[in-house]
């Protein structure tokens, strides 16, 4: 019972929406040329992933596998650059002072300038290809995983690390036998950031640097003005950023398990 009231909680609110949606454009509370129905955009959608007849989907039939492989391959591409970077920077610059010194303020100057600045940086070194989707992704993800590691380190506890100490643990492995555990929950926090940006980023990137994936399909769609392909891919996005965000929770629950018990749980 339990387990069926959490399913439905889940999706009370998505369904809900749905609803409103549907009957707001059947009343013609909003004109149907630029907000759809809910369920024409299904209809289409499932002829963008299995194909349909050719009047109705000319241009998209059973192309969506194709745009969301090309979409993640850049998302996890740039993603795993920015995460090992990041999460180096972190380290150096959260453990050592001179490390400090010399890699923050560089770092804090470029974290407030938008990733968008960078575009025409990124097409003219790198050209309309993968590559500048990637340095895109990159230049966008790293700051949130290398803040949060930064944050994980300075925030373990002297305690463990002197504790260590006393029990014979040598300089150079306290940093991954205490440090490096004790900051994964932080760490974890900037993945699970930096790839809801990632998604983000791709579709930038997508509409401007590259030919393929679901931000060009967006792009190409609003050129002929099929606002049913727009919302479904953005639809698509939405479903490929939490499919994300479930596999890092998944793989953070499995390198810090220890942390269950420790800490606070949701009242029901």
């Known amino acids: 019972m339990r387990w069926q009231q959490e399913q439905v909680r889940r999706i009370a609110v ?38 349909g007849p050719e009047e109705v989907a000319p241009l998209y039939s059973a192309t969506w596998l194709n745009h969301v492989l090309s979409s993640t391959e850049r998302v996890m591409a ?3 650059i920015a995460t090992v970077v990041g999460i ?10 001179a490390a400090e010194q010399l890699l923050d303020p560089t770092l804090q100057v470029l974290r ?10 990124a097409v003219v070194f790198f050209g309309i290809k993968n590559v500048s989707a990637i340095f895109l992704i990159f230049i ?8 949060n590691t930064y944050h994980g380190v300075r925030q373990v506890d002297r305690i463990l690390i002197r504790a260590s100490q006393m029990l014979g643990t040598k300089s150079h492995r ?3 036998r205490v440090i490096l555990p004790a900051a994964l929950p932080a760490i974890f926090t900037g993945l699970r950031l930096a790839a809801g940006l990632a998604w983000v980023l791709v579709i930038v990137s997508e ?29 698509s996005v939405g479903l490929m950023g939490f499919l994300t965000d479930r596999v890092i929770i998944w793989i953070k629950d499995w390198f810090t398990g220890w942390t269950q018990g420790l800490t606070m749980e949701p009242v029901q």
């Open 174 to 176: 306290i940093l991954w």
């Open 112 to 121: 407030p300038i938008p990733v968008s600045a960078w575009l025409p940086f």
């Open 207 to 235: 509409m401007l640097a590259v030919k393929s994936g679901l931000g060009y399909v967006m792009w190409d769609a609003y050129f002929f003005m099929r606002m049913d392909m727009i919302i479904a891919a953005m639809f």
């Open 88 to 97: 180096v920077l972190g380290i150096l610059v959260g453990r050592f002072r």
């Open 14 to 51: 998505p369904l809900g929406l749905v609803l409103v949606w549907e009957a707001a454009v059947r009343l013609q509370l909003v004109h149907s040329a630029f907000v759809p129905r809910p369920s024409v955009v299904a209809i289409n959608w499932f002829y963008w992933i299995a194909g």
């Open 78 to 80: 740039g993603l795993l």
């Open 140 to 147: 966008g993800a790293i700051f949130p995983i290398y803040l």
